[in-house]
């Protein structure tokens, strides 16, 4: 759905953090359209102008934290 925008992030990481470190960015068309310091703030302002679906929020930091998470399961077979 927003593999465009999650891509561009991705391919321009680096320079993202280097000016949007710590904060959550709205991606929408490969184009940085906010940053904001909540995923919250974030998402209430791009609501306004964007129909959810169309726009990608991204915590901006370095590696692959920002974008990986890791799920465990306590079930024993």
Do not use: P, W
């Amino acid at each position: 759905m927003l593999d465009k925008e999650f891509q561009y992030y991705l391919d321009h990481q680096a320079a993202l953090v280097e000016k949007y470190e710590n904060k959550y960015i709205v991606i929408v068309d490969e184009n940085i359209i906010g940053a904001y310091n909540s995923e919250r703030e974030a998402f209430d302002n791009t609501v306004v102008d964007h129909e959810i679906g169309t726009f990608l929020i991204q915590f901006c930091t370095s590696g692959e934290n920002s974008y990986t998470e890791v799920f465990h399961s306590r079930v024993v077979i």
